[in-house]
């Protein structure tokens, strides 16, 4: 190993390590989920090993010398002479003396330098402890021989010294790593399982088979242009000679063969047998012929067939392909693993070694009860509008000025329509239902960001830059937490539209204020949903039960859940399917109680859970913090109070995670005001 150009032999061992894990990316897959070892910790381990590979030949081979500048006679002699180097250590100075010899720096680097190897065999791939050692020093021996050999006679003699005491130094570190490896075993994300046996489908697992299809179509659209670039290069012919066209073919022919044909003769794609999973149809039965062309067309293909146009020259480069890759990777971790191909076609992702199918197509591998997920989706979808619209505008720049006109407009319009609908809604909200405070949360929010502007305003014409950072920080605070709000309540209120799951075991209904024992028109709606739900279990010949929940306030002449048996009863609820839960005074307590009361019952507590529209998310979360399998659906909700009741839910949504949004705020008020500060001063 050389002790010179250190920097130089690391850096170009990451870079050579990186560019040639796209290479193998597919190995790696195929190799960890065939042996049981799995994980973002494993993978970074490997990832590790393939740089430390190519280190082994950044630093011992590279550079390569000019042959012309090469001088053989009276050149290097190889050194048989075992531990000949503690002939030449200065012992003179004592240990800080022995420090200071290079030739000891150098036995201990050349010590150290084999150390990963002995770990990463040992660990990745459990090798006994005799074959670490003799694959040190067979690697080291390899590397020795190379420079004996002038790289294998490449060059008329050897242009670096072959020593035995650095097989002794390598082989004695690749030991010292076997006693080490066990600390690799504390890197988290490491996955260990046996491979006959099924798992749930998880995110990582089916975007490393998303990947793999992805990756091989891509490799084979740039390896075989690449290969006729070499073929006419040699041959000397015009290498540049319909390179452009060649690519295209060969990706779109590539996608076909692996993305269609594959799946329609073998049953999955190259990337979906590596991982052990298969699409199946809703009946447990194989795909139809349209179905897999379907989700080849929205999967991966989908990513082809946007790419393939622009790498013709038609739209914004890469804009579009980019944009559906992110989308379906966003949908398969934050909302299912069936992802958007899953969806469109109506198959379902199961593990291939699944026998019980019912299981298989229950589990979906991840909970999309998250505001995370709201977030996450929601931006998503704005990224993909927006590559759409960059796509459209590339035509011309009078396309794009027009749409960028067009798309000023409305966030002007929407904003002042928006704005003019909470104020109104306020009011009305503080008339009807109450003169609280919060019932003008509405109202606040608008106010806050006119004055907000005011003050902006103010601070540009006045040129006051103490007023100009803090006003600036507030609005990028407030716009921060208006994209949050507006993906709580898109997607707070598509998830409470899903139509409810069948074969639930029971409905539960949850409580809010009555008057006397009267049942008001926003928990009627509750109850009716319930209702409707159970109606239709009913009509299927399953008898789950029904729940009402909800405790008896101070101004409450009787239980909430008292009150809802009574409104269901009268509304044809069977007598023998209604449970009353009346202890419970939150949204908490109404899933927990209900809960309890089932398994006390013995019955189980898979749940449909029945509200307002605009409680559904939440009621969802709680669920999710609580481990109770329930899926919420929302009842409709008077249009003038949804506005505020939202705003109160998304801050209780937010409240539950105090801390990380505290955090988050607080990273955008600084982040932005320092930019204010740097833009005032420049």
């Known amino acids: ?146 420079q004996l050999t002038g790289d294998w006679f490449i060059y008329p003699c050897a242009y670096r010294l072959f020593d035995v005491d650095d097989l002794i130094a390598n082989t004695l570190g690749a030991g010292i790593g076997v006693a080490l490896a066990p600390l690799l075993r504390l890197v988290p994300g490491q996955h260990r399982y046996a491979i006959d046996a099924p798992r749930i489908v998880r995110p990582l697992r089916r975007l490393a088979g998303m990947a793999v299809d992805l990756l091989s179509v891509e490799l084979i659209g740039l390896g075989v242009p690449l290969a006729v670039r070499f073929a006419l290069y040699f041959t000397d012919h015009d290498y540049r000679w319909h390179t452009v066209d060649i690519q295209i073919a060969a990706t779109a022919i590539a996608a076909v063969v692996l993305l269609v044909i594959v799946p329609l003769v073998t049953g999955t794609t190259l990337g979906q047998h590596l991982v052990y999973l298969r699409p199946i149809r809703r009946d447990g039965r194989k795909p139809r012929w349209y179905q897999s062309i379907i989700r080849a067309a929205f999967g991966t293909g989908g990513f082809v067939l946007l790419t393939v146009p622009a790498d013709a020259g038609f739209g914004a480069p890469g804009q579009l392909g980019l944009a559906w890759a992110v989308l379906s990777a966003v949908v398969v971790v934050f909302l299912n693993t069936r992802g958007i191909s899953g969806f469109v076609s109506g198959l379902v992702v199961v593990d291939s070694r699944q026998e019980d199918l019912a299981i298989g197509m229950a589990e979906h591998g991840v909970d999309p009860r998250r505001l995370s997920s709201a977030v996450f989706v929601f931006g998503a979808v704005i990224y993909a509008v927006v590559a759409a ?197 939150s949204t908490e307590e109404n899933l927990a109680f209900s809960r309890d009361l089932l398994m006390a019952e013995g019955h189980g507590t898979s749940l449909v859970v029945a509200t307002n529209g605009f409680h559904a998310f939440r009621a969802a979360i709680i669920a999710r913090e609580l481990g109770i399998d329930a899926q919420v659906v929302g009842a409709p909700t008077a249009r003038y109070f949804y506005p505020t009741a939202l705003i109160r839910e998304f801050a209780g949504v937010v409240s539950r995670s105090a801390m990380l949004h505290v955090v988050l705020g607080l990273l955008v008020v600084v982040s932005s005001g320092l930019l204010a500060w740097l833009v005032a001063r420049g």
């Open 389 to 585: 619209l960059m796509t459209i505008a590339s035509a011309s720049s009078t396309i794009g000025l027009r749409i960028a006109v067009v798309v000023a407009i409305g966030l002007v319009a929407v904003n002042l329509a928006l704005a003019g609908y909470l104020v109104r809604t306020s009011f009305l909200v503080w008339r009807r239902e109450g003169r609280r405070l919060s019932n003008l949360l509405g109202l606040i929010a608008v106010g806050g960001v006119l004055l907000l502007i005011l003050l902006l305003g103010l601070a540009l014409v006045a040129d006051w830059t103490w007023l100009l950072v803090p006003t600036v920080a507030g609005l990028a605070l407030g716009a921060h937490g208006a994209v949050m709000l507006t993906a709580f309540a898109i997607y707070g209120a598509l998830y409470a539209r899903l139509p409810a799951h069948a074969g639930m075991d029971a409905i539960v209904v949850l409580g809010s204020q009555v008057f006397g024992e009267r049942v008001p028109p926003l928990l009627a709606a509750r109850v009716d949903k319930g209702l409707q739900v159970l109606r239709t279990e009913l009509a299927q010949g399953r008898r789950p039960l029904l729940v009402l929940s909800g405790g008896q306030g101070v101004d409450e002449d009787v239980s909430e859940g008292e009150a809802m048996a009574a409104y269901a009863r009268a509304h044809g609820a069977p007598e023998d399917l209604v449970r009353v839960e009346a202890r419970s005074r």
């Open 1 to 146: 190993m050389r002790v010179g150009g250190f920097g130089v032999s690391a850096t170009s061992a990451v870079l050579l390590g990186l560019a040639a894990m796209p290479l193998a990316f597919i190995p790696y897959i195929a190799w960890s989920f065939h042996r049981g070892t799995t994980g973002l910790g494993h993978a970074f381990i490997t990832a590790g090993g393939l740089i430390y590979l190519m280190a082994l030949w950044t630093y011992t081979v590279v550079p390569l010398p000019n042959p012309d500048e090469l001088i053989c006679a009276g050149g290097l002699h190889a050194q048989f002479r075992p531990f000949d180097f503690l002939q030449t250590i200065n012992r003179d100075g004592g240990f800080s003396g022995l420090l200071r010899d290079s030739m000891a720096r150098q036995v201990f680097l050349n010590i150290c330098f084999f150390v990963p190897l002995g770990a990463l065999a040992r660990h990745l791939f459990r090798l006994s402890v005799w074959r670490c050692l003799a694959l040190g020093f067979g690697a080291s021996l390899l590397i020795e021989l190379t």
